[in-house]
């Protein structure tokens, strides 16, 4: 079965540095991989996806992520960021074991300050 | 075109009672999931209905129900509320039918207390 690690539960960084959040997942079949954020009060938006094809994503807001097969790894990052960037970002995986669904993993908490 | 809606917002409940959440999806969505998200615990799969068909089930107790309406929208029932139901409750919707990798779509929550 898949499984998603994030391996940084908090990440702080000042404004218009670059930030880099690292997720690893766990899989032996095609993989589906997504970044979702959170701002606070709200659910959950679409960053970006990997589907197949380029292995550089890009996605909103100016953040890309870049898939890499043999290190199992989908970080994500931005060049520069912005105080309205703080948020929970969460990476996340499709499981087909009877059926579809998005397992998460535990999130990033992204914290900029000025 | 109108986001996923979640009512209530807010909700405030002692335990022993149940509660009823209901979602929204998407115009032209027929999957609906639910999650669980805790601080402790992070986001958990609850269900996930499509067609008015129960698809997938989490690792959750029988307390914890749900249903889809021939609409597409859903709504989810705990009964026998426990103080560890405390939790933001959302629900996605997407396009997925059968074997597809479509986003999820997600509702701002509601956040269920228990007393």
């Known amino acids: 079965a898949q499984s998603v690690t994030q391996l940084d539960s908090q990440v702080p960084v000042f404004e218009e540095a670059p930030v880099e959040l690292r997720c690893n997942y766990s899989s032996s079949v095609s993989v589906y991989l997504f970044w979702y954020v959170q701002y606070p009060n709200q659910g959950l938006q679409l960053l970006l996806k990997y589907l197949s094809g380029s292995t550089l994503v890009k996605g909103i807001n100016g953040f890309e992520a870049e898939f890499n097969k043999s290190q199992t790894s989908f970080h994500l990052r931005k060049p520069s960021v912005h105080i309205s960037d703080t948020a929970e970002y969460f990476c996340?995986?499709?499981?087909?074991?009877?059926?579809?669904?998005?397992?998460f993993g535990a999130g990033t908490r992204l914290f900029v300050k000025a | 075109k109108a986001g996923v809606t979640q009512t209530p917002r807010y909700l405030i409940k002692t335990r022993g009672q149940q509660v009823t959440l209901s979602c929204s999806p998407i115009?032209?969505?027929?999957?609906v999931s639910w999650y669980q998200q805790t601080p402790g615990q992070g986001l958990q799969f609850l269900f996930e209905y499509f067609s008015e068909t129960q698809r997938n089930k989490g690792n959750f107790p029988g307390r914890f129900s749900g249903r889809q309406f021939s609409n597409s929208r859903s709504e989810m029932n705990v009964s026998t509320l426990e103080l560890g139901d405390s939790a933001l409750y959302l629900c996605a919707s997407s396009r997925r039918a059968g074997g597809d990798n479509s986003p999820l779509h997600f509702g701002n929550g509601t956040r269920l207390t228990v007393t």
């Open positions: 115009s032209g969505h027929r999957s």
């Open positions: 996340a995986v499709i499981q087909n074991t009877g059926g579809f669904k998005t397992i």
